[in-house]
Each structure stands twice: as structure tokens, then as C-alpha cells.
């Protein structure tokens, strides 16, 4: 690539586009690198959002990148800008303050956006999304001790918002769908593990209650379940997920993942058409640990994907894919996952959830797919070469050894290799 020519540019402000500007400098790129985003922030991190913003007497420092890297990366930044529409042909990005901006080589960082509920749109009044910093802001202003709010969605980002509310003093009640919370990540085990300790913490969940209606006024939010009971709450969060924002790559005809919504990419981010890369949320890419295409809205995955999508960018051989690696922390526990669940998985346990320390691997006939570690990070970290082996291990033998883990690893692994 002409290193004098048109710039690298990258649609999108966040985890992914940061690294990947930084990682285009560490693998040597010295042209024009020109990073677009929507909010008026610098790239800053998202997990604090739903934790340490809410709860910490000082907002902490959030920022990706500090104000050093971020200049030692010389990117030419445009904050408070969107993108109106990408023509892939001309190369050509069109900006909704009238500008044209060209580019050589262009990065989709676009993440995602929140799915809405019809009844609670954004901007209402007491009504509450969590995607951004100033999302956040808004929530923290009106967590004082004794409101009442009302959390619809049991997924980690909503009981991460549960937990921080009850940390500072309101009462909460989650209302969820499923008759598990986080049942497509969890086994049953740790689901009710996880339900009983946030109903020891005072929150009430609602379990399988689908969401009849819901309204706001001046004076809170009246919502009715599927059963007829109707819950009143001073402010509601509503967190149902995440949709891709791909409008931008659909208009300009790039492939789509019809199964996950995102932006297809090859092994080196690149999308169907040459010039163009995704990476973060918004981008689905073949996943060799998991044998299928995923859209991963993970910490790791923006990372992991902003370092290939620069090599690709660069047409630099990129790293070796991570095995997929997820982390939450819900209160005073801590969650951690490598890759995913699975309906038809069995699950082994080592530790005793009576400590609130334990460690579970799911598998499929011995082969390790999911690993999940209650307040035992270590554990999982020690566990990862076993996955990655993707062979068969004893699973009675991990349950039942006197070896510490990661002796028995080892252990594990050189059986693995006297029997191949």
C-alpha cells in the first residue's frame, strides 16, 4: 500500500479502532491513519460502565489508550462526526457535516447498538440504556439510595447493573424472560448459584415473564408481566442485547452473516470487498476453536481482532486466533468463560460453590468446550492449553484428583500425547 496516498481510515471511536490504530503503529505503518466516532469521548473501555461508573466516588479513568499513546499514534481524530454512507467503489466515505473524506484502505469499527423496547424507547423519561459513557452518567445521577429500579433483561450486562444499583442502596427487581438467568452460558448449576446470591444481595427476580406492557409518567414506570402483575419502579434500565451496527456495510453491499447480523470477514478481517475491514462487534469471522462463524461481543474479541484486522490492512501475516475468553463481575463475584455454551454439553465441577470458588468444564464426549470459573481466574487461565488441545480428557479424573490444577494439566495433557 502507497504509504503517501489516501489514509487508513476507521469508522468507529472505540476498543476495536484504538488498538487497531495502535497496532498499525506497532507493526510499522507510518501513513496517515484518520479515525472517525459518533461520540465526542476518545476511545475509552466499556466494562467500568455498568460497574465502576455507577458505584466508585470518583469516576475512573476509562481511556483506551493514554493521552500519550494516543498521540505517539498520530491519528487524525474526528470526534462528534457520523458516517452517512460508504461507497465502496469510489472509496469514499460521506459525512453528515457535508464533508468527503477518501481513503485507501478503510476499517469498519462500528460495534454495536441497543435493542429497543417499543414502550421504553431511548430518551424517555426514567427510562435507561446502557451503551455508552454518558449512558452511564445518566443512570448514576439517579441511583440514590431507596429508588426502586427496574432492570428488564437477565443478561450479564443487566445484572451488572442490578449489582451496582444495589451496592448503592436502591432496590431492584430484574425481570426475565427465561426461566434461568443466563441459561445460553450457563449450566443450570451456576444459573442458580448466580440467582440465589443476587437474591441474597436483596434483589427480587422475575423469573420466565415475558413483558406484557410498560409505561412511564411523572410519577415512575408501571410495568405489567405476562402473569398480570403489575410492577411499579422509579426508573427501569432496559438491557436486551446488542444489535450489530452494520447499516453502513449493508448499504454498500458488503456480505452479511445472515445467521448473527454481522459484517462477514476472512482470517484477516477483510470483508467481501478488498479495501474494506471489520472488527469488534460488529464483524462475524470463522471462529476455528468454535468450527462456525461468531459475532463476539467480548473485551478480548475487539482486541484480538483490531491486532489481525491491521495486519490484514498491512497484508501482514496476523496471529494465531485466541480461544474465545469472556469475563463479568456481578457484585462481589467474579465470572469467567472460555468459549461457549452448548445445550448438549455436560458439565464437570472442581471446587465447592458453598466457597463461592469452582471451576467447570463442559465438554462433548471429553473433548473440553466450555470452561467457566467462579472467583477462580487462575484456574481457568491454567485450563486453556487443555482446550486448545481440542482432544479428549478424563473427566472423571478432573473431579475426583488430589493434583492442584495445574498439575493436573500437565498431567492431562501428557496422557493426551502418549495416546495420540
Request: a negative charge; charged letters at 20%; aromatic letters at 6%.
Amino acid at each position: 500500500m502507497n504509504e503517501k496516498g489516501a489514509p487508513i481510515v476507521i469508522v468507529g471511536a472505540g476498543q476495536a479502532a484504538a488498538r487497531a490504530a495502535q497496532s498499525l503503529r506497532t507493526q510499522g505503518y507510518a501513513g496517515n491513519i484518520t479515525m472517525i466516532g459518533a461520540e465526542l469521548h476518545a476511545p475509552y473501555e466499556r466494562p467500568p460502565l455498568s460497574k465502576a461508573v455507577l458505584c466508585d466516588d470518583t469516576e475512573p479513568t476509562l481511556e483506551v489508550l493514554t493521552a500519550t499513546q494516543f498521540t505517539e499514534c498520530n491519528v487524525q481524530f474526528m470526534p462528534g462526526v457520523r458516517v452517512l454512507r460508504l461507497d465502496a467503489e469510489a472509496r469514499l466515505l460521506h459525512l453528515d457535516d457535508g464533508r468527503q473524506l477518501s481513503y485507501g484502505r478503510c476499517l469498519l469499527a462500528t460495534g454495536g447498538k441497543v435493542r429497543e423496547l417499543p414502550d421504553l424507547p431511548q430518551g424517555a423519561p426514567r427510562v435507561h440504556y446502557m451503551r455508552s459513557l454518558d449512558d452511564a452518567r445518566m443512570l448514576r445521577g439517579v441511583l440514590t439510595g431507596g429508588i426502586h429500579l427496574a432492570v428488564i433483561g437477565g443478561g450479564f450486562l443487566g445484572l451488572e447493573v442490578a449489582a451496582s444499583a444495589l451496592r448503592r442502596g436502591a432496590r431492584v427487581t430484574v425481570i426475565e424472560s427465561a426461566p434461568v438467568l443466563l441459561g445460553r452460558f450457563l449450566p443450570q448449576e451456576v444459573s442458580s448459584w448466580l440467582s440465589e446470591a443476587l437474591r441474597g444481595e436483596g434483589a427480587r427476580i422475575e423469573l420466565g415473564q415475558a413483558l406484557r406492557a410498560a409505561r412511564t409518567d411523572a410519577h415512575g414506570v408501571e410495568i405489567e408481566l405476562g402473569s398480570g402483575e403489575i410492577i411499579r419502579a422509579d426508573q427501569v434500565l432496559v438491557a436486551i442485547g446488542l444489535l450489530p451496527e452494520v447499516a453502513l456495510a449493508q448499504d454498500a453491499g458488503l456480505a452479511m452473516d445472515e445467521k448473527n447480523g454481522g459484517i462477514l470477514v476472512n482470517t484477516a478481517c477483510q470483508s467481501s470487498h478488498p479495501d474494506i475491514f471489520a472488527a469488534g462487534d460488529c464483524a462475524s469471522q470463522f471462529n476455528a476453536h468454535l468450527d462456525r462463524p461468531m459475532r463476539i461481543e467480548s473485551w478480548q474479541n475487539a482486541n484480538a481482532q483490531a491486532e489481525t484486522a491491521a495486519a490484514g490492512l498491512l497484508g501482514l501475516p496476523s496471529a494465531k486466533q485466541a480461544f474465545p475468553w469472556f469475563w463479568t463481575d456481578q457484585g462481589k463475584h467474579n465470572i469467567q468463560m472460555l468459549g461457549l455454551g452448548a445445550p448438549d454439553l455436560a458439565y464437570v465441577r472442581r471446587g465447592h460453590l458453598n466457597e463461592a470458588k469452582a471451576v467447570w468444564i463442559g465438554h462433548r464426549e471429553g473433548v473440553p468446550v466450555h470452561g467457566i470459573a467462579l472467583n477462580a481466574g487462575g484456574d481457568l487461565r491454567a485450563l486453556r492449553p487443555l482446550f486448545e488441545t481440542r482432544k479428549a480428557f478424563d473427566t472423571a479424573d478432573f473431579e475426583t484428583s488430589p493434583l492442584p490444577l495445574r498439575a493436573w494439566v500437565k498431567s492431562a495433557m501428557a496422557l493426551q500425547s502418549t495416546e495420540t
